[in-house]
């Protein structure tokens, strides 16, 4: 198998092995309701302050009326909470409810146990070229 071969199907396959174990990691009992793009939007909303929908969908790469459908299966699973601006009524803020941040912080666990298992396996100045390696192919998928 040449080079083209060989990164090709372990690029596919890590994207696959990925979601697989994160969709997994995610089926708890207490987060049984949940996919993994819900985690994502959870995980895009964050702990901090309120956002608005359009920030939202711009970090998740998604319009609005997509991200607006999701939210609203979020709001009635109780995972996010919905509020108009006092200043601006058109303007829509979500956040995480209780219930989001205990799936936020799960779903940040599951992603540091990952990293460490990496990191664990790895010397200096491996963990230094697979920095270097990932930047490169991140600049590349940020261009497309």
């Not at 198998?1 to 969709?23: A, G, K, P």
């Not at 803020?93 to 799936?103: N, P, T, Y």
């Not at 146990?113 to 490169?136: C, G, P």
Request: aromatic residues 6%; charged residues 25%; without cysteine.
């Amino acid at each position: 198998m040449d080079h083209y071969e060989t990164i090709n199907n372990m690029l596919v396959d890590l994207f696959h092995h990925i979601m697989d174990i994160e969709q997994k990691s995610l089926i708890t009992e207490e987060f049984s309701d949940i996919t993994n793009n819900d985690m994502h939007i959870i995980e895009a909303i964050g702990i901090k302050e309120p956002r608005n929908m359009s920030s939202v969908a711009r970090t998740l790469s998604v319009t609005v009326g997509t991200l607006t459908i999701a939210v609203n299966n979020l709001v009635k699973k109780g995972y996010v909470v919905r509020n108009r601006s006092t200043k601006d009524r058109r303007v829509v803020f979500i956040q995480l409810s209780e219930r989001g941040r205990k799936a936020y912080d799960h779903h940040k666990t599951f992603h540091h146990e990952m990293v460490a298992a990496v990191m664990d396996q790895l010397s200096e100045e491996e963990l230094h070229i697979l920095v270097l390696t990932l930047k490169k192919l991140e600049q590349y998928f940020l261009k497309k």
